[in-house]
C-alpha cells in the first residue's frame, strides 16, 4: 500500500526566509502533484511533476522531484506572508486505474 | 474557481439521516473522484469513476456510502443514516483532459456536520 509522508507537519518561519518541505513516498510513481488549501477552501493545483529530475518553479515556490529517492521536495524563496496555507503532495498510483495518494499535510504560517 | 462545483457547500444533519451531495465535473473530463477530509488530515481516497463506470472503491466507504455517475456527467454521493463520525469535508474532482494530463481538478468541497 502505498504511504506519503511529510515533514515538517507544521512549520513558522519569519518573512525572507528560505525552506524546504520534505514530500516521501513508499512505492514506485512517476508522477507527483503539489497543492495548496487556505483554510476552510478547497485544494488548489501547484505543480505537476512528470519524471525524475523534474523542476517547476512559480514565483517563490520551486518543486523537485527524484523518482529513484521517492522524494520531492517544495523549496521556498524569500517566504512572504501571503504563502501563510497548507501544502500537499499526491503521488500518482495507476494499477488499472488512476489514484491519487495524498500526503498529511504541511501546515506553513509565514511571520510579518 | 477551478469548474468543478458542489453542491450544497455545507449541510447540517442530525445523526440517522440521510444525505446527499452532488458533484459537477469540468465538462470534459471523463475522470472523477470522491475524497474525505478531516481537519488537520490531507484528502482520504473514497471512490472513483471513468465516465459512468464505478472502478474503484476505497476499503473507507462503507455499505452507508454509495455514488453513482449517470450517463457519465455529474456525480453524487449518498451517505445513509448518518454518523457523527461522517463529518468532514467532501471533496470532488475531476481530471481527464490531454492538456492537462492527469492533474486532478478539486472543487470547493461539501461541508458536512453531523450532530
Known amino acids: 500500500e502505498l504511504k506519503v509522508e511529510q515533514n515538517p507537519l507544521f512549520l513558522s518561519m519569519q518573512e525572507g526566509k528560505n525552506y524546504t518541505i520534505y514530500c516521501n513516498y513508499s512505492?514506485?510513481?512517476?508522477?507527483l502533484y503539489w497543492y495548496r488549501q487556505d483554510p476552510g477552501k478547497s485544494l488548489e493545483s501547484l505543480f505537476v511533476?512528470?519524471?525524475?529530475?523534474a523542476v517547476k518553479q512559480e514565483g517563490r515556490l520551486m518543486a523537485s522531484l527524484d523518482t529513484k529517492a521517492r522524494l520531492s521536495t517544495l523549496h521556498i524563496t524569500a517566504a512572504v506572508h501571503d504563502l501563510s496555507a497548507t501544502y500537499f503532495c499526491?503521488?500518482?498510483?495507476?494499477?488499472?486505474?488512476?489514484?491519487?495518494?495524498f500526503g498529511t499535510g504541511t501546515r506553513l504560517k509565514v511571520l510579518a | 474557481d477551478t469548474g468543478v462545483s458542489q453542491d450544497p457547500r455545507h449541510k447540517i444533519t442530525k445523526r440517522g439521516q440521510n444525505v446527499t451531495f452532488r458533484c459537477d465535473p469540468i465538462s470534459e473530463h471523463n475522470r472523477l473522484y470522491w475524497y474525505r477530509q478531516t481537519l488537520g488530515q490531507g484528502p482520504e481516497f473514497l471512490t472513483y469513476?471513468?465516465?459512468?463506470?464505478?472502478?474503484?472503491k476505497s476499503r473507507l466507504l462503507s455499505n452507508r456510502f454509495s455514488a453513482e455517475r449517470p450517463k457519465g456527467s455529474f456525480s453524487t454521493l449518498e451517505i445513509q443514516r448518518t454518523e457523527q463520525g461522517d463529518s468532514a469535508m467532501y471533496l470532488c474532482?475531476?481530471?481527464?483532459?490531454?492538456?492537462?494530463?492527469?492533474?486532478?481538478?478539486f472543487g470547493e468541497g461539501s461541508w458536512l456536520t453531523v450532530v
Open positions: 469513476f471513468q465516465n459512468e463506470a464505478q472502478l474503484e
Open positions: 512505492t514506485t510513481s512517476d508522477r
Open positions: 474532482a475531476s481530471s481527464g483532459l490531454r492538456k492537462t494530463g492527469n492533474t486532478i481538478y
Open positions: 511533476l512528470l519524471s525524475n529530475g
Open positions: 499526491a503521488v500518482e498510483q495507476y494499477a488499472g486505474t488512476y489514484k491519487y495518494i
